[in-house]
T-cell receptor, first 115, second 115 residues
Framework: KAGVTQTPRYLIKTRGQQVTLSCSPISGHRSVSWYQQTPGQGLQFLFEYFSETQRNKGNFPGRFSGRQFSNSRSEMNVSTLELGDSALYLC??????????????FGPGTRLTVL | AQKVTQAQTEISVVEKEDVTLDCVYETRDTTYYLFWYKQPPSGELVFLIRRNSFDEQNEISGRYSWNFQKSTSSFNFTITASQVVDSAVYFCALSEAVNFNKFYFGSGTKLNVKP
């Protein structure tokens, strides 16, 4: 079974630009979550999508947005990039059926560098 | 508020030594879930264990063991007879019953196992 895939793996952008990152969950998984990892703030939850609807949201500005498609693939978008947006963006997927037994599987991440 | 503290930023041991990674958490919920993930240099978070708040049984899996104590809000992770391949950053995480896939991560402990 293929794992969670994220594209692209590396990205370099300049301030003010926008960027779109993609995540393909494990087949059959309906929940996709996004996390930002930086040396200063660590791993922070961005948002979760389930059945094409945002189910949870972290404390990030509106420049960070996402969506999920009917095949459960998800994209996140960051507009008006700032230097502080440089980070590893991780995507995780889960079946999201039984909380007591569910498990999130993480992708390899997209390394975004903002110059 | 939910919070996970991993006070040990970095630990260095020599191969075959035992090492314990500490994790202390805060939550007001009575039902919650605790996790440990391993992040090798490649960046992908690898799931190690999930523990439900109502199950305080300790667990052993090969060289890995976990000690969950609700009385001290701790969920510590011990590696017995460490190996060089155990070198990675280890994260402890907390989620709550309502927003199960919204993880609160600790800051991570970098483990260096030297030959």
């Amino acid at each position: 079974k293929a794992g969670v895939t994220q594209t692209p793996r590396y990205l370099i952008k300049t301030r003010g630009q926008q960027v779109t990152l993609s995540c393909s969950p494990i087949s059959g998984h309906r929940s996709v979550s996004w996390y930002q990892q930086t040396p200063g703030q660590g791993l922070q939850f961005l948002f979760e999508y389930f059945s094409e609807t945002q189910r949870n949201k972290g404390n990030f500005p509106g420049r960070f947005s996402g969506r999920q498609f009917s095949n459960s693939r998800s994209e996140m978008n960051v507009s008006t990039l700032e230097l502080g947006d440089s980070a590893l963006y991780l995507c995780a997927s889960s079946l999201s059926r039984d909380r007591g037994l569910d498990e999130q599987f993480f992708g390899p991440g997209t390394r975004l560098t903002v110059l | 508020a939910q919070k996970v503290t991993q006070a040990q930023t970095e630990i260095s041991v020599v191969e075959k030594e035992d090492v314990t990674l500490d994790c202390v958490y805060e939550t007001r919920d009575t039902t919650y879930y605790l996790f440990w993930y391993k992040q090798p240099p490649s960046g992908e978070l690898v799931f190690l264990i999930r523990r439900n708040s109502f199950d305080e049984q300790n667990e052993i899996s090969g060289r890995y063991s976990w000690n969950f104590q609700k009385s001290t809000s701790s969920f510590n992770f011990t590696i017995t007879a460490s190996q060089v391949v155990d070198s990675a950053v280890y994260f402890c995480a907390l989620s709550e019953a309502v927003n199960f896939n919204k993880f609160y991560f600790g800051s991570g402990t970098k483990l260096n196992v030297k030959p």
